[in-house]
């Protein structure tokens, strides 16, 4: 991959020596964790800052739980947050299900970078006004 051009790249499927980036390779993990357990766990990634309309948040669970996310964010940057998962049970058409989410943080400086380029994007901008989310988010180790 190095003689190639080693990169992460969400055009990865287009690109010789790329790999796809962070968001795209737990999409695609999410996806095939959900096949392969012939239906005992539905595994989605969701965020409301995602690019994709499908993965934002739909219920309430995913409201209220991410609610309680921010709720534990440091809002100092040198004071590093012990994120805790957010859980309920709530009866469904398939029955009792455990609904469970937990953050996936921005852990490295190519991270931070890459979202903070992709804010600035007009079809970014756009997705941001269309779903209501603030505009100008700075993303932070």
Known sequence: MK???FS???ESDNIVGAVPIPAQFLKNLAHSASESSEGQYRVRPLSKWNISPEQGLKDDFQKWGWEQLEKQQKSVQAETTNW????R???TAQ???LRYLYPDPASGASCVACHNNLEALPAVVKNRENSGVELGKVWKL
């Open 3 to 5: 003689a190639d051009g």
């Open 8 to 10: 992460a790249s969400s």
């Open 84 to 87: 805790k998962p957010v859980y």
């Open 89 to 91: 049970f709530e009866n």
């Open 95 to 97: 029955g009792m299900s």
